[in-house]
């Protein structure tokens, strides 16, 4: 069974994502986290585009940050994103973001995000079956 599926992307901080004082909003990490998500599933084939072509959306219920350090504008930064293998039907992630010239930790979290029909928005309680098709292919099941 394989342990982790991880994909790193960087991200530069942009001017509008900073305040006056050229500091960071911190709702922005959170968007941050979304650029990982979505690096994540492009490459491993699990992007918000595949499941919405297979009548599926998949919004965020959760997500948690921990901030360490502030990232100011023009700053590079590494958005490291894991997935978390479970058995219910949701998508699990972890996030880590390092300054790329510092290598420092900047902050790190997590989502959770639910599948729900497209058209009649229905929580779907199991996995859809696509989604086991790509676990067992990473060898998580």
Same mark, same amino acid.
């Given at each position: 069974? #394989?342990?982790?599926?991880?994909?790193?992307?960087?991200?530069? &901080?942009?001017?509008?994502?900073?305040? +006056?004082?050229?500091? /960071?909003? !911190?709702? !922005?990490?959170?968007? @941050?986290?979304?650029?990982?998500?979505?690096?994540?599933?492009? =490459? @491993?084939?699990?992007?918000?585009?595949?499941?919405? =072509?297979?009548?599926?959306?998949? +919004? &965020?219920?959760?997500?948690? *940050?921990?901030?360490?350090?502030?990232?100011? @504008?023009?700053?590079?930064?590494? /958005?490291?994103?894991?997935?978390? +293998? *479970?058995?219910?039907?949701?998508?699990?992630?972890? @996030?880590?973001?390092?300054?790329?010239?510092?290598?420092?930790?900047?902050?790190?979290?997590?989502?959770? #995000? /639910?599948?729900?029909? =497209?058209?009649?928005?229905?929580?779907?309680?199991?996995?859809? +079956?696509?989604?086991?098709?790509?676990?067992? =292919?990473?060898?998580?099941?």
């Amino acid at each position: 069974m #394989q342990n982790e599926l991880t994909e790193k992307t960087e991200v530069l &901080v942009r001017f509008n994502e900073a305040d +006056p004082l050229g500091i /960071v909003w !911190h709702g !922005h990490y959170i968007r @941050y986290f979304e650029d990982g998500r979505e690096a994540f599933g492009n =490459k @491993y084939g699990i992007g918000y585009l595949d499941f919405y =072509k297979r009548g599926l959306i998949v +919004p &965020v219920v959760s997500i948690q *940050c921990d901030y360490k350090r502030s990232l100011r @504008y023009g700053d590079r930064v590494v /958005v490291e994103t894991k997935f978390i +293998p *479970c058995e219910a039907a949701k998508l699990k992630f972890i @996030y880590r973001l390092f300054k790329t010239s510092s290598g420092e930790l900047i902050a790190s979290g997590s989502s959770l #995000q /639910v599948f729900l029909d =497209k058209e009649s928005s229905t929580l779907q309680l199991t996995n859809p +079956p696509f989604f086991e098709e790509w676990k067992k =292919k990473q060898g998580f099941i």
